[in-house]
């Protein structure tokens, strides 16, 4: 299970089967221009409901604003 | 989570899948645990942060944009943090005031959906930990 949540706080924003899933949700975000750089990440939970990483896609999702640092 | 929850679960009560147990805080009080952008907590570290565009485009219900997500323990509250160093405070809240409380732990163990004034949360913080974890 992977978990978009806001960076910060971790407040749960949706909740997907795949990461590929939780990626294109952020990626939709960006190109919406409703997200900022580090404003949302991924939580991957396991079968026993636990966090097994958390880790950003802003690279991935928004490699314009990378380039440009912005 | 155990028989032994502190909250309400929707399966216990007979209610059908997907169904949420919003409730007051418990008469024995509640201790949760929320992320905080700095060591020192401040009001929008209580402040629902979602807009209604960025709620809208990714189908997130107005009643779950409204909320906050805390812990149970103050472990499960770091394993969400992807920062070095993470501050949590830890809130102590107390029955009888208009913060609601669900618990959503079906697939995060020990979460809880907070609905609260964020003045109330902020003056539930009993203290503010400061845990550091190997990236």
């Not at chain 1, 089967?17 to 997200?35: M, P, S, W, Y």
């Not at chain 1, 949302?40 to 991935?60: M, S, W, Y």
């Not at chain 2, 216990?12 to 645990?33: C, I, Q, R, W």
């Not at chain 2, 905080?36 to 942060?49: Q, V």
């Amino acid at each position: 299970m992977f978990v978009v949540q806001t960076a910060t706080h971790a407040d749960r924003v949706s909740v997907h089967d795949t990461e590929a899933e939780a990626v294109q949700a952020i990626r939709e975000l960006f190109e919406a221009g409703l997200a900022e750089r580090g404003e949302f990440n991924i939580a991957e939970l396991g079968p026993d409901r636990r966090v097994i990483r958390v880790f950003g896609v802003d690279d991935e999702v928004a490699p314009a604003a990378a380039a440009t640092g912005s | 989570m155990a028989d032994d929850s502190p909250l309400p679960q929707p399966d216990h009560l007979g209610l059908p899948a997907g169904s949420l147990a919003v409730v007051p805080v418990p008469e024995s009080g509640l201790t949760l645990f929320r992320l905080l952008e700095g060591e020192t907590p401040r009001e929008k570290d209580f402040e629902p942060r979602l807009s209604r565009n960025q709620a809208r485009i990714r189908n997130v219900p107005e009643l779950f944009r409204m909320s906050l997500s805390h812990w149970l323990t103050e472990d499960q509250a770091l394993a969400h943090s992807q920062r070095r160093r993470t501050a949590i405070a830890e809130l102590r809240v107390l029955p009888g005031g208009l913060t609601l409380v669900a618990l959503t732990e079906e697939f995060d163990e020990g979460h809880v959906d907070v609905w609260g004034h964020p003045r109330d949360l902020l003056d539930a913080v009993a203290r503010v930990v400061v845990r550091s974890k190997r990236l």
